[in-house]
Each structure stands twice: as C-alpha cells, then as structure tokens.
C-alpha cells in the first residue's frame, strides 16, 4: 500500500512538471519576441539623428531670397550709369581768366548755369576751396528747362603790393548730387606809387 502511493505520488510530480514545461517555454517566447521589439524601436531611434546629420536642414528661404535680394541691389547700383553734368547743364565762365588785376583789389564774375533737360533743375550749393573767394547765389533755387541761374564769385584780389599768379576753384552742386568744379585764374600786379599833385606855383615862373 505504501509502495503504490509511493507511485502515485511519483507519477503525479513528473505530469505537473512535464505540464508546466510547455508553458515556461510559451512565456519565454513571449518575452524574447517582447525584447525584440523593443531594441528595434530603440534602433531606429538612435538612426534618425545620423540620418538628420547626413542630411542637415536646409537655410530658410525668407533668409536666402533676402540675401540675393541685398546683392542683387548692389549689382543694380553698381551697373547704374553715370550722368554727365554736362549733358544736364550749360556752363558759361566755367574757367574764367581775370588777366591782370591789382594785388589787394576785390574782382568778381559771373557764372551763367542753363537748363538743358527736360526737368526742373535746382541750384542745390557752391563750395568755396578759399577764403579769398566769396560766392553770392540763391540756395536751392528751381528754374525750368531753358531757364538759367547764375552764381557770382569773387576774388579779394590777394595780398596788397605783390605781384603773383593765382588759381582758384570752385564746387557748385546741382539736383543735390550733380557737382560742377569751375575755375578761375589770373594774375596780381604792384599797383605803381601815384603820381605828386602839379604844383601851381610853378607855372608862374
């Protein structure tokens, strides 16, 4: 009788083993498919940072179309052409010979600008080089095509008593950005001493 549940209980430890067996071996499928799954997501995870540096994230257009824009200007003002003055302009007495004047005796002359365009023009500014030289003329005068404006220069006529050569110049800017240099030259001689008044006593004799 002992014997034969001695048996029993033999028998039925080995069918709960070979019972729970199979099941061990589903669960562990289960985990390994599981773990699987998970290194897959974690690999593409670390691959898409490789990918993104492979292929960086273009500069945004707004910043790219605003830099061919900047240079396109530059091109453009680079490439604008130009304008001769005097194309614009007439200029009479431009470069003006005084000859001989006293040393120390004040001269001055007149500058006649015309309109020869077919818009408004304005006398914007004259610029002297040097005090010596004084400009008398009406700022930001307008005249009209055909029309003409004149700037008078004059000249202190140097030092007193001294016989030298002289050149001067003179800027006179037109439409705010158009600039005209004139000239004048000359040259100073010493004024001779005047003569004694006429004694009219001598004529009695």
């Known amino acids: 009788m002992k014997k034969m549940l001695f048996l029993a209980a033999i028998a039925l430890l080995t069918n709960t083993a070979f ?28 691959a898409t940072p490789a990918v993104e540096a492979l292929n960086p994230t273009p500069v945004s257009t707004p910043i790219s179309h605003d830099g061919h824009q900047h240079e396109a200007a530059k091109k453009v003002e680079a490439a604008a052409p130009q304008v001769d003055i005097n194309k614009v302009f007439e200029f009479t007495n431009d470069n003006y010979d005084f000859g001989k ?21 304005t006398l ?45 110049s003179v800027n006179i800017t037109l439409n705010g950005t158009l600039t005209k240099s004139v000239t004048f030259k000359g040259e100073t001689y010493v004024a001779p001493a005047e003569p004694a008044p006429a004694n009219p006593s001598i004529n009695k004799f």
């Not at 004047?101 to 023009?121: C, D, F, H, L, R």
Request: hydrophobic share 30%; proline share 6%.
């Open 19 to 46: 019972a729970q067996q199979p099941v061990a071996k589903k669960s562990s499928k289960k985990e390994v498919k599981k773990e699987a799954k998970t290194a897959k997501k974690e690999e593409k995870v670390e």
């Open 101 to 121: 004047i006293v040393g120390g005796k004040p001269v001055e002359y007149i500058v006649t600008i015309k309109n020869i365009s077919k818009e408004e023009a």
């Open 124 to 168: 914007t500014n004259v610029q002297v080089t040097c005090g010596c030289t004084t400009p008398k003329y009406e700022a930001n005068k307008k005249f009209a095509p055909g029309e003409s404006v004149q700037v008078t220069l004059g000249f202190n006529g140097g030092s007193p008593g001294q016989a030298t050569p002289f050149t001067k």
